[in-house]
Every structure is written in structure tokens, then in C-alpha cells.
């Protein structure tokens, strides 16, 4: 049985001459709308986590650009160029692991470098919107790349959120769930809940509530047991960068993931356009791994659960060697077992 896709669902919008972005901490209780009206505040917005997810960010950060061009002409005048540079070095350190925030900004950068004075701050919204449009029509792409590899109608296993929230619009990995099972080739999703942000459990729930797609939910610790008693047919997910050897950075608990897939025979999918592929990361070890607060660890829902006393580790991305992968899916198609020399020829590198 096929069903309609909804996908109605956006993270951002430019609205009246500023960025509004959902605020995905008050998900799935509230919807709330954040203004910003200069690059500090997009900057601050992504740093605390009221928009995340790659492709999400990068989108952001390109309207950050916007914002920074308009403020820096209006206050600066002649010098404005050296205060948009600041402002995007600045923007570009929000958030250190996914590789779409440098990569959005390098892109306006440059946009603003061609542009003369007073097309700057034009080209650059132009820029930015048609940044965003690409990233909604590549994951439109990609879904239906990575949906055709999926065999018969099984349970998929998904981690993090990787839907509409994450990206411009769609998903990346819940991108290719949402094709799936449209193509009727997806019984249910089991979404990690996604320790210590609940990502999976506030966010993906949500979006798959909202476009009829029957989501159970697993504690984290409970996807290797999925996958010896649920039939899993494959884990689906997302990633925040990829090295040019084919590592994958994606949300903590994806490296658990990759190796009981491959423990049990499941095959498993990452899904990421290639403004999430780093061909300047030569492997996983070059990637910079977040770590965030302790007590995002030590608290559930601003009270502390921890003993006291206890301290807390909390690296929020982990690596998947290339080997475990066996599917790399961007907007461009498909690589199965991504290394090296597919990724380039992949970039048109080779
Ligand atoms: O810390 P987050 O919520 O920004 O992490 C997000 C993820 O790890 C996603 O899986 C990743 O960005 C891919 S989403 C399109």
C-alpha cells in the first residue's frame, strides 16, 4: 500500500526582513517562533540549540549572513566589510562538528566578495533563499535515491532527528523514511529517543505523528535488541559531517549503532548532501567532536538526576568508520560502501 507524503513542516522562514526560527527546545510541547534580527543572535540561536541539525544550520547561518550585511551597511557604512567578516568568523564557530555551517558560510562569503556595495546585501538574501530551496529539493532526491534501496516492507531504525527540523525541509534520513513509505516499504519507524536532547523522541516523533507514520519509540540502549527481535530492515540515519574517507560524525550513539547493524546483518544508511561531505577532513580523527554542559547529562527536564557528586561526560557527535557503512546516499545518488575514491569521483574530485 503507497501513501501520500505531507512534509508540511519548516524550522525556518524569512519573515518580514528578519530569520524566525521554531524553537525546537520547546517542541513538542509549544510552538514558538524565535526572531533574529543580526548575526550575533542567529550565532547565539544555533550555539543553544533552538535550531539544530546540519543542513538546518546552514540555512540559518546563510540568513545570519543576510542579517550581518544589512546591520554592518546600515551601523558601518564604508568599513562595513571588515564587520561582516567578523561576523561571519564568528558565526562559523556556533557549532564546531556539522560541516554545512562553515560550508553556508563560506558560500555567502563569497557571494558578498562578487557583489559591489549595494548588491551586496541583495545578492546575498538571493543566495541564501536559493540555498534553502536546494537543500528542500536535493532531500526530495535523495529520498527517492535511498528509498529504492529498501527491499520489502520492514520496520527502520532511525536515530537523532534528520526530518523537516533538521535540514530546510523534508529530511535527510527521515527524508528517505518519508519516500519509503510513501512507496509503502516502511511498516513503522523505531526512533531512538536520543539521549541527553531527546531529539528522536520530541522531534521525530513529532513530525512522523503529524505525516500519519506509525513511530514506536526505543530507549537508546534498546536498538540492538530491535534488531535481533523487530525484523529491522535497516538503520536510516543522518550525519553532521563526512570525512573524505567516508567516516561519518553523526549524533552520539550512531557508532553503537553502525557496529550492532552490522553484528546482526542489518544493513545501514547514511543519509547527507554532499554539503555535509568535508573533502579537506581526510578521516574520521580529523573531525572536531562537540562537546557540550555536563549537565545535559546530569538533568532530565532541568532537574538533576544524577547522584550528586557524579560528574558527566558529554561528547554530542561520535564517528562511524567508513567500513560499517554500507550505503552513502546524497542528492547526487548513491555510493554503497563509501570509501575514498567513490566520494571523490562522487564530488567530481577524482
Ligand atoms: O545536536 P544536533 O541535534 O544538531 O544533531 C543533529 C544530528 O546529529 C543529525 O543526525 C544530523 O545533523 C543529520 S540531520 C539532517
Known amino acids: 500500500m503507497t501513501h501520500e507524503v505531507v512534509d508540511n513542516v519548516r524550522a525556518m522562514r524569512w519573515h518580514r526582513e528578519a530569520l524566525e526560527m521554531l524553537d525546537q527546545r520547546e517542541l ?10 543580526t548575526c550575533a543572535e542567529v550565532a547565539s540561536a544555533i550555539t543553544s540549540m533552538v535550531v539544530r541539525g546540519a543542513p538546518a544550520i546552514g540555512v540559518c547561518a546563510a540568513y545570519g ?90 520496520p527502520v531504525l ?14 535527510t ?38 505525516d500519519g507514520i506509525p513511530v514506536d519509540l526505543l530507549a537508546d540502549g534498546a536498538a540492538a535488541w530491535a534488531m535481533r527481535r523487530a525484523g529491522v530492515g535497516w538503520v536510516i540515519v543522518g550525519a553532521d559531517r563526512v570525512a573524505a574517507n567516508g567516516d561519518v560524525a553523526n549524533k552520539i550513539g550512531t557508532y553503537a549503532l553502525a557496529v550492532a547493524a552490522r553484528h546482526h546483518g542489518v544493513r545501514f544508511m547514511v543519509a547527507a548532501p554532499t554539503s555535509t ?37 558529554n561528547p554530542v557527535f561520535d564517528v562511524t568508520p567508513a567500513a560499517l557503512v554500507d550505503a552513502l546516499v546524497t542528492e547526487r545518488g548513491v555510493i554503497e560502501r563509501p570509501g575514498p575514491e567513490a566520494i571523490a569521483a562522487h564530488l567530481g574530485r577524482a
Open 28 to 37: 513538542p510541547a509549544r510552538e514558538v517562533w524565535v526572531r533574529c534580527t
Open 65 to 154: 549572513a543576510v542579517l550581518s550585511a544589512r546591520v554592518r551597511q546600515r551601523d558601518d557604512r564604508g568599513g562595513w566589510r571588515a564587520g561582516f567578516d567578523a561576523d561571519l568568523d564568528a558565526l562559523a564557530r556556533a557549532r564546531p562538528t556539522a560541516v554545512n555551517l562553515v560550508w553556508a558560510v563560506e558560500r555567502m562569503r563569497r557571494v558578498a566578495r562578487a557583489a559591489d556595495d549595494a548588491a551586496a546585501p541583495g545578492a546575498i538574501l538571493d543566495a541564501a533563499h536559493a540555498l534553502h530551496r536546494d537543500d528542500v529539493d536535493g532531500n526530495r532526491r535523495m529520498g527517492a535515491y535511498g528509498a529504492a534501496l529498501l527491499g520489502a516492507r520492514a
Open 158 to 171: 532511525t536515530h537523532c532527528n534528520t526530518g523537516s527540523l533538521a535540514t530546510g525541509g523534508y529530511g
Open 173 to 210: 534520513a527521515l527524508g528517505v523514511i518519508r519516500s519509503a513509505w510513501a512507496a509503502g516499504k516502511v511498516e513503522r519507524v523505531l526512533a531512538d529517543e536520543t539521549r541527553p536532547w531527546l531529539q528522536g523522541a520530541r522531534l521525530t516523533a513529532w513530525e512522523l505523528v503529524r
Open 277 to 313: 561531505i568535508d573533502p579537506d577532513c581526510p578521516d574520521g580523527d580529523a573531525i572536531p567532536i562537540e562537546l557540550r554542559a555536563e549537565a545535559e547529562v546530569l538533568t532530565a527536564g532541568g532537574r538533576r538526576i544524577a547522584a550528586e557528586g557524579a560528574r558527566a561526560w
